[in-house]
């Protein structure tokens, strides 16, 4: 059992990985799966045409773009740099709640020309 346990350890991040990659995929294949099995199936176009040429044609890219970080989501210190260029709060220039300006009062004198 204490074996099996350390190739655990070992292959838990290929799993993670692996989990990650998969789970990608799917989410932007599959509805380029079921719209063709709905169609097989009922006889019914489910999604209208302008719809999937709009959108769902290029939705399959997506998986291009987020594969890498799905791969580098896994590696422990790249997680690390990859919350920190994601989280929006630790910007330069990007108030919260934490960080608040003191403005002190200011006098704006307005000339009219009448």
Not at 48 to 56: C, D, F, R, S, V
Not at 93 to 111: D, F, P, S
Request: charged share 20%.
């Amino acid at each position: 059992m204490h074996q099996q346990a350390e190739e655990w350890r070992k292959n838990r991040k290929m799993v993670l990985q692996l989990v990650s990659v998969s789970f990608v995929c799917i989410v932007f294949n599959v509805p380029d799966v079921i719209d063709p099995l709905f169609r097989l199936t009922s006889g019914l176009q489910p999604i209208p045409a302008n719809i999937q040429e709009l959108i769902l044609d290029y939705l399959g890219y997506g998986s291009c773009i987020f594969l890498p970080f799905a791969c580098l989501s896994t590696i422990p210190h790249v997680k690390e740099k990859l919350k920190n260029v994601i989280d929006y709060r630790r910007w330069p220039g990007v108030m919260n709640n934490r960080r608040r300006a003191i403005v002190g009062i200011q006098t704006i004198t307005v000339a009219s020309r009448r």
